[in-house]
């Protein structure tokens, strides 16, 4: 099977950047977030669908880690590729690389889990992730 | 002479969006400020070249304001328009609306300045904006 | 009747701050809706107890404005104080006041209506925000 | 030597969390990074007085990471300790972990440099960080 990859742009604006003048880092992580759910978008398959379709609050987070290879600035255009990487019977890992120029700027992964609400206790826990596994696969 | 105008769109994402399922306001904020700088940029006069060319430090806010007409929420595309209205002295103001399928959601405008930093005092303040008129008109 | 009024502190941080060194303005939107939800939430009427006791959605924005007095930096310490003002049939007039160092840094207002998802058809709209005001007052 | 520590607080405000009630989960990075300049702060080094004594363009990102052990929501109130790990060379490593009601609900680090603009190439590039080391240890 060959790797499931998507692709999703930015213009780095002004209001991104720090007094250095250099993206403010948490924003690289808005990216990701918005990356991964425009990825599902593009499979039919956002938060309100899959919360019909599998009972689910959301695809959250259990991991996440980003290194910064080179600083960007406003006016520069990031590209975002989002890789499917692998999945467990909880987790689905997705790795991200951000290019600009031809340059890596920014390698990171995003660890989630499928998390419901159990109705009883009110807790969030993360699900099996198999439902969404199939989902993505089919 | 005719109006001048510029598009923006962004893909209303999940984290964009409050625990209500809609927009979080100031996100529109972002929005209007991000459009101004594209508006900028698609006019080669970014906060860059504008420092080099007239010293300034940026083109800031003096007054913004908006109403909203309608929630939209995540996976909706909103288009945002900017029409440059009416030149003072010392400011520019800037006329918005965000369209969404068809319907108005948002109008708005910011008031914005040419703002310079008096290198004896350090202080800011807003300068005349007649040298950016006459680059956006030139 | 003595003006209801409330105050929130920021400690402005690195990250709030754009390229020019000062506050990136929409900023100051996330701190107003802060300082209100930190209002409610000093009456024991967070959005999860409103929810509950009025079946709303939220207390959302119908508009809002800002003028900026005074530019600030990081390091500032922003002390926002907040204003109950004119209650009509749908809505909730907020005064908000900005103080650094003894000078107004920025003087703005939200209105806000109480939203109720409509069952049968999904829309939100503006209900009677008298519920609030009772409480509010009580 | 004992380990230095830094503690900051979050009042977990509505704006904060996403659709599904929760943490939108870059903001803690953004805390992360208040947290940080907020310590120097308290140690008279913000990134003004730095660039004023070392030249320095700030304290930027190398490497980041965070493991998320429990969700939680507008009304919490988190609280970030930060407590100094190794220096290398040019980097010093910073250990968080994020607290509300007695539980555990992040687990992060930094990885940060000391960072330089040149002036002949406008490059930027992490320098040597002993000057950094010696005025926190001062």
């Known amino acids: 099977m060959?790797?499931?990859?998507?692709?999703?742009n930015i213009d780095v604006?002004?209001?991104?950047?720090?007094?250095a003048?250099?993206?403010?880092?948490?924003n690289y992580f808005n990216w990701f977030d918005a990356t991964f759910h425009a990825f599902l978008k593009s499979r039919n398959l956002d938060q309100r669908?899959?919360?019909?379709?599998?009972?689910?609050?959301?695809?959250g987070l259990i991991d996440v880690g980003a290194s910064f290879k080179a600083p960007i600035t406003y006016g520069d255009l990031l590209s975002i590729s989002l890789t499917?990487?692998?999945?467990?019977?909880?987790?689905?890992r997705l790795a991200y690389e951000g290019h600009c120029n031809g340059s890596t700027v920014?390698?990171?992964?995003?660890?989630?889990?499928?998390f419901m609400r159990d109705h009883n206790t009110?807790?969030?826990?993360?699900?099996s992730i198999k439902p969404l596994r199939a989902l993505i696969e089919a």
């Open 2 to 8: 060959t790797a499931v990859s998507f692709e999703y």
């Open 13 to 19: 604006s002004w209001g991104d950047c720090d007094p």
């Open 21 to 26: 003048g250099i993206i403010y880092y948490p």
């Open 49 to 59: 669908i899959l919360e019909q379709k599998l009972g689910t609050l959301g695809t």
């Open 84 to 92: 499917l990487g692998s999945w467990s019977d909880k987790t689905l």
């Open 106 to 114: 920014i390698v990171g992964h995003e660890l989630r889990g499928l």
């Open 122 to 127: 009110g807790k969030i826990s993360a699900a």
